[in-house]
């Protein structure tokens, strides 16, 4: 028997490829399995150490030592005082161990033995594969197609590593053979025990930025850096690049000679058509690049809604959308910015509304003339606040803008901002702080009333709230949020400490 289990832990170990004391933990798992089949009636505390050397082993069983007070478990725990009858220096929370006869494998008994190393061998090929690709996510991967199925694709990565391709992660039109060669992007590591464990994508805007670090060697150098990257997936592309040498041109090299670079990824793609766009710091430029080859005539960017009005000739409209959006959806995604893509004429119908309702509230805020407020609009004035607190030059330098103006307009604007801000402490005063909030170390009565407008009224309500629940009122960073709390809390450790006092007299 201890020759055949050497012989077990060394051919499974070779054919498996994992380490022979995983085979040997299973070993030892499988024989105590079979040892606890002799004490059915009890829940028994087996274990088996085999020798690495000889293959002998031995078996031994164990008892954690309880209190009196706890009724032991049967099988597995022994009290206090059955555990002084056997040796008196055993305590509470000692194991103590006897040596049992050796189990023997019946029919039964190996079979489950067999399951158990297989299980055993199962977990330590998949901790495995998950070690020695858990650090490649997002590298592009290469291997043979193992099966079909109507969902997915099963990859042969070797060294008993398979990927998982599904179908929707294809680029369209894909169609695999068993035994196709085949490379897609590493997405995910599922190290469960359970499921696949590499996840794979062909379809990943991942999947393109790669490709061209391979066939472009100067992106793998970083003296060219891919800035983004969006996917119509098996149509078209768009990729943008910036060089970090001003010798090189990124979007001259990323297409090569004859265009063989950009071609080469379009092959792989499915004949995905790729525009290659100069990235810009600039966010106006980079959208007018990203939208080629349409031509752009102007732009207006809200930054406060991340959006871009931009505005071509009636007969560029068409390219700058796209079939079916695809070019101003892709610019888009590329960018990061929300692009409306317009027609100079709507351009300036949508640039006079909207310079008519500042005009207007202009007008009725600051009871101005419409002319004046005209002349604040076209300056680049769009509410009450640039108006109260521009730089005063900033406005003497307006034409037909004079000090006695400019002095009553900013007066105006900040007596309707002090308004605005009174009627909102008064709504704010309505949900009524308690006292021993309003007073706690570190409390202002504003800071109190903007608590008690959120529900937090007393200082049992700030003790009981989580640093994150009030991190980002009134600007209280993670620091001042957790002295705030931490202050209210004082009653409770308070009380805490009195009972404490009290038990110990």
């Given at each position: 028997m201890s020759k055949e289990i050497l012989l077990v832990a060394e051919a499974v170990s070779n054919e498996k490829g994992?380490?022979?004391?995983?085979i040997f933990d299973a070993i030892e798992l499988a024989l105590a399995a079979a040892a606890s089949k002799r004490f059915d009636d009890e829940e028994a505390t087996i274990h088996v150490v085999i020798d690495r050397q000889t293959g002998d082993y031995e078996a031994y069983r164990s008892w954690l030592i309880v209190s009196n007070e706890v009724v032991p478990a049967l099988g597995s725990e022994l009290n206090m005082q059955e555990a002084a009858d056997i040796d008196t220096d055993l305590k509470e929370g000692d194991t103590h161990q006897e040596k049992i006869d050796t189990p023997e494998f019946g029919r039964i008994a190996a079979q489950a033995a067999k399951q158990i190393i297989l299980q055993k061998v199962r977990e330590a090929e998949r901790a495995k594969i998950t070690a020695a690709y858990v650090n490649r996510v997002g590298e592009l991967l290469h291997g043979t197609v193992k099966k079909v199925t109507r969902d997915n694709i099963i990859i042969d990565l070797g060294a008993n590593a398979e990927g998982l391709l599904p179908r929707d992660q294809l680029i369209a039109r894909e169609v695999f053979r068993i035994n196709?060669?085949?490379?897609?992007?590493?997405?995910?590591?599922?190290p469960e025990n359970r499921g696949p464990q590499l996840m794979m994508s062909r379809s990943?805007?991942?999947?393109?930025?790669?490709?061209?670090?391979?066939?472009?060697?100067?992106?793998?150098?970083?003296?060219?850096?891919?800035?983004?990257?969006?996917?119509?997936t098996g149509s078209r592309a768009k990729i943008a690049v910036k060089s970090n040498d001003q010798r090189i041109d990124p979007v001259g090299a990323c297409v090569g000679m004859r265009g063989s670079r950009v071609q080469a990824v379009t092959n792989e793609l499915g004949n995905e058509r790729i525009d290659i766009v100069l990235w810009d710091d600039n966010p106006a430029q980079l959208v007018i690049n990203a939208l080629a080859p349409a031509e752009v005539v102007s732009i207006v960017m809200d930054e406060d809604t991340n959006s871009m009005d931009v505005a071509v000739e009636e007969d560029q409209l068409a390219i700058a959308i796209g079939r079916s959006g695809q070019n101003v959806k892709l610019a888009s995604e590329l960018t990061g910015w929300t692009i409306n893509v317009m027609t100079e004429e709507d351009a300036g119908v949508k640039q006079e509304e909207e310079q008519g309702t500042l005009v207007e509230k202009l007008?009725?805020?600051?009871?101005?003339d419409e002319d004046v407020?005209?002349?604040?609009?076209?300056?680049?004035f769009t509410g009450l606040e640039e108006v109260a607190y521009v730089e005063r030059d900033e406005m003497l330098a307006i034409d037909g803008f004079d000090e006695e103006m400019v002095d009553e307009l900013q007066t105006r604007a900040k007596d309707i901002l002090l308004t605005q801000a009174i009627i909102s402490e008064e709504k704010l005063e309505d949900s009524k702080p308690a006292e021993d909030l309003l007073t706690m170390e570190g409390m202002d009565q504003h800071l109190a009333l903007v608590l008690a407008s959120r529900g937090i009224c007393t200082m049992e309500d700030l003790a009981e709230q989580a640093v994150d629940d009030i991190v980002g009122i009134e600007d209280i960073d993670a620091e001042k949020a957790a002295q705030l709390i931490m202050t209210a809390r004082k009653p409770w450790f308070e009380e805490a400490e009195k009972a404490a006092l009290g038990a110990g007299e």
């Open positions: 994992v380490e022979q004391e995983v196709d060669r085949v490379r897609a992007i590493l997405m995910d590591v599922n990943a805007d991942e999947m393109l930025i790669e490709l061209f670090r391979i066939e472009v060697p100067e992106i793998s150098e970083e003296t060219i850096e891919i800035k983004a990257a969006a996917r119509d007008m009725k805020a600051l009871d101005l407020a005209i002349f604040l609009v076209e300056e680049g």
